[in-house]
């Protein structure tokens, strides 16, 4: 029954897991994104190439990058992501997931993930300000210009310097939020310019992010848009750019089957230590107690699983207020809450292997029990 019970709700939050992670992925990031090792200059050519490209939908500048944020003398280091709200709701809805305010990135404007909002104690109309490590090198250079300069150019080069670290003043328009812990903590939404501006692009990009018809099939359509991509620029989809994470979780959750699935066994082998009544009886009580314990123990673990899938975000919110234990902390796994799918097929070859594992593992006491000579066994006794 526990065997059963742990199987089922493990494999079904692992999938869940799975599925929401690629999900939330898909939802935040573009199924393909082409960049350089530099900065992106003849960009405009480029999108109109990829456009042209089969199974391309819709494309979008991108700047990406991270980050100085404070307010109220709370600084935090997200990232930025610069982005052209027309188009890029064309490859990724961000606005269906604004939870205060809109997505209005007119002007010097910001939308913020919620846990960075949290995290900052900022809300809609707060002005936050943005410091970028993206002119480092003009900072630096604008030091030692003042080092060697005298009188008249001193000044020059203190009000040259005042005009590179001057920071980026932002008024917060919208929250977001995902439900992924990482966009939400990690992330504010800026306009194109601002990122241009704070990494001192001029008309440059970073990147062009890209939606095909199906996410699924990304792969073909990088391999189009890299026939006219020159180095060092270069193409990934969303698989390749996550897929540390998805190959973690498919290895975790085969390695939990089974490993879980030997409780199974284990449990079903206890049979043997069951004494047969007589020789004449002894197959069938062993076979019947077999059954019957399989049956029972399979059909009690499987209500008791779907049962813990049904209110396994309770569950685990009561561990964590009544006995402190934090079973799925969201810094760790970046989900809000815990995520599950049942699949019929996984919960079928569960119950269908305890039960039959049950049943034929009395098949063994039940050879021996049957050889049992009860004159050597009184005997002995």
């Not at 929250?175 to 440059?204: A, C, K, M, N, R």
């Not at 699935?261 to 007589?278: E, P, T, Y």
């Amino acid at each position: 029954m526990l065997g059963v019970t742990v199987l089922i709700l493990v494999i079904s939050v692992m999938t869940g897991f799975d599925r929401e992670l690629r999900q939330k992925v898909i939802d935040f990031d573009a199924h393909i994104l082409v960049s350089t090792e530099d900065v992106l200059r003849d960009w405009r050519t480029l999108k109109t190439k990829i456009d042209n490209t089969p199974g391309v939908v819709a494309t979008a500048p991108y700047i990406q990058g991270p980050v100085i944020v404070e307010f109220q003398n709370r600084r935090v280091a997200p990232l930025i992501r610069g982005v052209d709200p027309a188009e890029e709701e064309k490859v990724i809805p961000l606005r269906k997931f604004i939870k205060y305010g809109n997505l209005n990135l007119e002007g010097d404007s910001t939308v913020l993930g919620i846990e960075l909002a949290r995290k900052l104690q900022a809300n809609v109309g707060d002005k936050i300000t943005v410091y970028s490590p993206g002119n480092l090198g003009q900072i630096l250079d604008g030091i030692k210009k003042l080092e060697n300069a005298k009188g008249d150019e001193e000044k020059k080069a203190i009000d040259q310097l005042r005009d590179v670290i001057l920071p980026k003043e932002l008024t917060i328009t919208g929250i977001f939020e995902t439900g992924h812990y990482l966009h939400d903590s990690e992330y504010l939404l800026v306009p194109v310019y601002v990122g241009q501006e704070l990494y001192g692009l001029q008309d440059g990009l970073h990147g062009i992010t890209v939606r095909t018809d199906n996410p699924y099939s990304a792969e073909r359509v990088k391999q189009a848009i890299e026939q006219f991509l020159e180095p060092p620029e270069y193409a990934q989809t969303w698989i390749d750019m996550n897929h540390q994470f998805f190959e973690a979780v498919r290895l975790e959750r085969s390695v939990m089957f089974f490993l879980l699935f030997f409780i199974v066994v284990v449990a079903a082998f206890g049979i043997m230590k069951a004494l047969g009544a007589n020789i004449a009886q002894v197959i069938w009580v062993f076979l019947g107690q077999g059954t019957i314990v399989g049956l029972f123990g399979t059909l009690t673990g499987l209500g008791l699983g779907m049962t813990l899938i049904r209110y396994r975000n309770e569950f685990s919110q009561w561990l964590a207020t009544t006995l402190h234990i934090e079973v799925f902390p969201r810094e760790v796994y970046q989900f809000s809450a815990i995520p599950a799918e049942v699949i019929p097929r996984d919960v079928a070859i569960i119950c269908i292997s305890a039960f039959f594992i049950c049943s034929i593992a009395a098949l063994i006491p039940a050879y021996f029990a049957a050889r049992l000579d009860p004159v050597k066994a009184l005997r002995y006794e």
